[in-house]
């Protein structure tokens, strides 16, 4: 997840590529006296699968790998769309020991398939508010939670004496014809939330919504950094749509150096996302796997993902940025559909979604 500016443009990037590094190389082990002993008796590495926006401090991860003795390889298998299908292909044979990413709206697909062992997860206060319904052996831990919505440019509608749209009826409205953008719903578990926002919203008039959306120039993208970094107006990518799908953190990396931000999040048109962490069914180091799932919701790694990743803590208490507390609002009712009703629906919804979007 995955909000920024055209500011944090190369924050994001520097993010990507400590991800594609770690892939390619893992982190190596640092330690000494103790930590060395430590180190070797529990040994080996621990692999993480996880999405291509995965991205730690270099100390916190150092502090991961100086803790439990397990050096740490990442390995990132695009979005988390992508790599629930991946991690189901490869059950009982995964090419990790963890997966972290996995969000409430794929997360039944995994569960289905075995994908994860049971965990014994300790967790911290506040993190029981996010676990799965559905999910009795506790195999996914609740990591970091935030809201998909629907995000405007204040700057440009003010500029264009536009007033801004406020609702997703209002994204049908020939006044905003030619200027959303959003990621795909078969392609990206942001596009995906969104369909269900509308599914939650129209019930089973949600295909004549689309319709009407895609009539007015709704343009998809295959996934959220297209959308956002590249034809959103304040993505940096000198884009040329003001309206963009992305999440309730996003105005907080768009502030403006004089004390308020560019880019606004419409707070009634949000869907609640909780991405999870599990060990793997046949993992080559389940003792390790363990240890990471237990760190990713230790206070280390949850003070660091709203810098890190651009979303909220789900352990209570965890301090958030300043920028954060002033801009980052969350919804106080985000729309919502049963996980069980996901899961039985999931592809036919998708099915129909492509014909009305293609059509």
């Known amino acids: 997840m995955r909000s920024i500016s055209a500011a944090h443009a190369p924050t994001r990037l520097a993010a990507v590529a400590l991800t594609v590094s770690l892939a390619a190389t893992g982190c190596s082990l640092i330690g000494s006296g103790d930590d060395d002993a430590r180190a070797e008796e529990a040994g080996g590495e621990v692999v993480l699968v996880t999405h291509e926006s995965f991205s730690l401090p270099d100390e916190v991860v150092a502090a991961f790998e100086e803790e ?29 020991d963890v997966a972290f990413g996995v969000d409430n709206t794929f997360a039944s697909r995994a569960l289905e398939a075995d994908v994860f062992e ?14 799965l319904e559905g999910d009795a052996d506790r195999a996914l831990t609740p990591v970091d939670n935030a809201s998909v919505c629907v ?42 939330a969104f369909l269900l926002t509308t599914i939650d919203k129209y019930g089973e ?4 919504y689309w319709a009407d959306l895609m009539a007015n120039g709704a343009r998809l993208t295959s996934g959220w950094s297209d959308a956002y970094q590249t034809d959103f107006t304040q993505g940096g990518g000198k884009g040329d749509r003001p309206i963009v799908l992305s999440y309730d953190s996003s105005p907080a990396f768009t502030v403006d150096g004089k004390g308020g931000t560019t880019t ?46 651009y979303v909220f803590p789900v352990v209570a208490g965890t301090e958030l940025p300043a920028d954060w507390a002033k801009f980052a609002e969350q919804p106080a009712e985000p729309h919502e559909v049963d996980p069980a009703e996901v899961a039985e629906q999931r592809d036919d919804w998708l099915t129909e979604w492509r014909d009305v979007t293609s059509g």
């Open 205 to 208: 008039d949600w295909p004549g």
């Open 264 to 309: 606004s999040a419409l707070l009634d048109t949000c869907f609640r996302q909780v991405e999870y962490a599990g060990v793997l069914a046949g993992a080559a180091n389940p003792e390790g796997a363990q240890a990471l799932v237990q760190f990713l919701v230790g206070p280390e790694v949850q003070a660091a993902l709203p810098d890190s990743m």
């Open 68 to 96: 439990s003795g397990y050096e740490l390889v990442v390995r990132a298998a695009g979005d988390a769309g992508a790599l629930t299908n991946k991690l189901v292909l490869t059950q009982g044979n995964p090419t990790g």
């Open 151 to 192: 995000n405007v440019d204040d700057t440009w509608f003010a500029r264009k004496g536009i007033a801004p749209p406020q609702t997703l009826d209002d994204l049908t409205d020939p006044r905003y014809q030619d200027l959303f953008v959003l990621p795909s719903a078969a392609t990206s578990s942001v596009g995906l």
């Open 118 to 131: 049971a965990s014994d997860v300790d967790l911290p206060a506040g993190a029981e508010t996010y676990l």
